[in-house]
């Protein structure tokens, strides 16, 4: 398909929301001394409890050598450890110290002002969260393929029990 207009148009509307939304992420990251990645990498491995490299690179959208570079930079920080599997030494599991739960922890209070809009937007609209989750979904599922996205669904499955955090909608 050739970029015509309305594509021209999808482009940079999408790309704008994108960028408001790592811009908010990096800077929620940043004012607790960390970069966006590598509270990323935190929240997968507090969610997985342990998660190996791979596992991380998979639902974090890498590639192994971006995921070993910011593990390193999180393990001079304190904030993880690596373990080797002890039935196989080939695989390493990354999991948050004392230190990391606790940065972790005060991660979770940013705000966004991106999902504000949504959920002001979402009073107008009320079926406006469930299409847009469910387009978001399957665009995934197509992109980044079904396992990508059963992650996601079980790790937000979990995430209020998880968290104590309840279901803010």
């Given at each position: 398909?050739t970029?015509n207009h309305?594509n021209?148009?999808?482009m940079?509307?999408?790309?704008?929301?994108?960028?408001?939304?790592?811009?908010?992420?990096?800077?929620?990251?940043?004012?607790?001394g960390?970069?966006?990645?590598?509270?990323h990498?935190?929240?997968?491995?507090?969610l997985?409890?342990r998660?190996?490299?791979?596992?991380i690179?998979?639902?974090?959208l890498?590639?192994?050598?971006?995921?070993?570079?910011?593990?390193?930079?999180?393990?001079?920080?304190?904030?993880?450890?690596?373990?080797?599997?002890?039935?196989?030494?080939?695989?390493?599991?990354?999991?948050?110290t004392?230190?990391?739960?606790?940065?972790?922890?005060?991660?979770?209070?940013?705000?966004?002002?991106?999902?504000?809009?949504i959920?002001?937007?979402?009073?107008?609209?009320?079926e406006?969260?469930?299409?847009?989750?469910?387009?978001?979904?399957?665009?995934?599922?197509?992109?980044?393929?079904?396992?990508?996205?059963?992650?996601?669904?079980?790790?937000?499955?979990?995430?209020?029990q998880?968290?104590?955090?309840?279901?803010?909608?």
């Open positions: 398909m970029v309305k021209h148009l999808l940079n509307y999408i790309r704008g929301m994108a960028k408001t939304l790592e811009e908010e992420w990096q800077t929620g990251a940043k004012q607790l960390l970069t966006l990645a590598e509270q990498i935190m929240w997968i491995v507090y997985e409890d998660a190996s490299i791979s596992t690179a998979k639902v974090g890498w590639d192994r050598s971006t995921v070993m570079q910011v593990i390193k930079r999180l393990v001079n920080k304190g904030l993880v450890q690596v373990q080797k599997d002890e039935s196989d030494l080939r695989v390493s599991y990354v999991i948050l004392e230190a990391g739960h606790e940065k972790r922890k005060q991660t979770q209070s940013s705000s966004f002002k991106l999902f504000e809009f959920q002001e937007y979402q009073k107008e609209k009320p406006f969260m469930k299409e847009l989750v469910d387009f978001h979904r399957e665009a995934n599922r197509y992109f980044h393929g079904e396992e990508f996205v059963e992650w996601v669904e079980k790790t937000t499955e979990e995430y209020d998880k968290t104590g955090v309840g279901n803010r909608e």
